[in-house]
């Protein structure tokens, strides 16, 4: 497959009326090999594609005598267009194939390309992009680390024992950290409002969490570093 460009620049115009030249290998029934030159010509239009935007290729196609033009259509043909085509192959008997792919064929043929729709964001469910999951850990980190000293001062606050003014300072800093990287009102609306104790579970499911994404960026599994030591800066 070969790209072609007119110029550099992200709107360049087809070079000689065709967006991308493919070679595909054919084989025949001798077993008999050789290569079928298609020229493809892409058309974006948010309505139907005017039957005036398909000479280029098809003048070119005349010249050149490739094997199949194609048409290739981010949403369809206009009635008009189709019809042009079908009124060119009758007059000119082009010695070269005629072929257009709609919407619908571009998403039967796209839905088994799993890595294809993924690296241009097309599944109902696209892979997070590595800076998305670092930031997801980060902004876990920090609150699984805010909710474990929540649950220390629930438990101290339980015993009945005097709370340590040390502690009680880090506290406050950390809190101010907590409200610096997840925003203020985030942090406020969200869990500076409550002290009130979290169980276990909730603990544990928020730890599972923090381990699964350093999985995915390289920790092995119950390699987590919670970062306690937040406080201390």
């Given at each position: 497959m070969d790209w072609r460009k007119g110029t550099p620049m992200n709107s360049s115009p087809a070079d000689k009326g065709r967006d991308i030249v493919c070679q595909q290998l054919r084989e025949d029934v001798d077993g008999s090999k050789h290569f079928e030159t298609w020229f493809v010509d892409c058309k974006h239009y948010k309505k139907g594609v005017p039957p005036t935007e398909l000479d280029n290729l098809l003048t070119w196609a005349q010249a050149d005598r490739p094997d199949?033009?194609?048409?290739?259509?981010?949403?369809?043909?206009?009635?008009?267009a189709k019809e042009h085509l079908e009124n060119y192959r009758r007059?000119?008997?082009?010695?070269?194939?005629?072929?257009?792919?709609?919407?619908?064929?571009?998403?039967?043929?796209?839905?088994?390309?799993?890595?294809?729709?993924?690296?241009?964001?097309?599944?109902?469910?696209?892979i997070r992009s590595a800076k998305?999951?670092?930031?997801?850990?980060?902004?876990?980190?920090?609150?699984?680390?805010?909710?474990?000293?929540?649950?220390?001062?629930?438990?101290e606050q339980r015993s009945g024992r005097k709370a340590d003014p040390n502690f009680a300072k880090q506290l406050r800093?950390?809190?101010k950290?907590?409200?610096?990287?997840?925003?203020?009102?985030?942090?406020?609306?969200?869990?500076?409002?409550?002290?009130?104790?979290?169980?276990?579970?909730?603990?544990?499911?928020?730890a599972g969490k923090l381990s699964a994404l350093q999985w995915v960026l390289g920790d092995e599994w119950d390699l987590a570093d919670y970062p306690y030591d937040l406080l201390d800066s």
């Open positions: 199949v033009i194609l048409f290739m259509i981010s949403g369809f043909l206009s009635n008009p007059s000119n008997r082009p010695a070269f194939k005629i072929k257009y792919w709609e919407r619908p064929q571009l998403e039967r043929m796209a839905r088994k390309k799993i890595t294809l729709q993924r690296k241009h964001n097309l599944t109902e469910a696209p998305k999951i670092m930031r997801a850990q980060q902004e876990l980190a920090i609150r699984y680390s805010y909710e474990a000293v929540l649950a220390h001062v629930s438990k800093a950390f809190r950290l907590f409200e610096k990287a997840l925003g203020k009102n985030f942090a406020t609306r969200n869990y500076a409002k409550s002290n009130k104790f979290k169980d276990g579970f909730f603990l544990g499911r928020m």
